[in-house]
């Protein structure tokens, strides 16, 4: 029999330095981890690694699943990747972020064809340990819920290295509690932004700052 592999398990309130050092590793080892975010746990690993994304796909248990978010660290990063379609939008998101609001924004045409998708979800979150990696990283960091592909998300930690320790390369956790509800989530490819999931921050307060 073959030896069992133990996970690899870091609080990052007290190794907050190491965490994010290894965290880059597995991103670009094309490993996938588990980690806390602005809102709740999720999935992580390279967007850009076909085999990371079925891998989380496969834990999940959904085949090619790619309904996750882009946690990035500025709109700088952003630029890179996605069309912002007005100086309107870019006031908005200046206005918005770090916070739990995510947006839907067209790829450019390059990542377009990466992706093979027209429009992709992206957040600034308003996390420490997220925040100091992505920095690090400079570039976006796949995020999507923690849990089976029909169940609710969890975001206990100890649940989630039960269920969960045997299937990634590690998680990461912490004691601080969120607020565990999704980010609120926008799309933002059309004249107008649309509410399509609503989170702790309301949409009429969002709108409110759309000059």
Known sequence: MGEIKEPILIKVDENLESAVTLAIELFFGGSIFIYPTDTIYG???NPFNEETIARISEVKGKKNWRRYIFLISDIEILKNYAEISSERYL???LSIWPNPVSVILKFNRKYQEIFKSETG???VPNNRFCNKLLSELKMPLISTSVNRTGSEPMNDPTMIIQE??????????SDNKSFFEASTLIDLTTDEPKLVREGRIKFVDLINRLS
């Open 91 to 93: 006031d908005f998101l």
């Open 121 to 123: 979800a992206f957040r």
């Open 43 to 45: 999935f992580g690993g």
């Open 164 to 173: 969960f320790a045997n299937e990634v390369d590690a998680i990461f956790y």
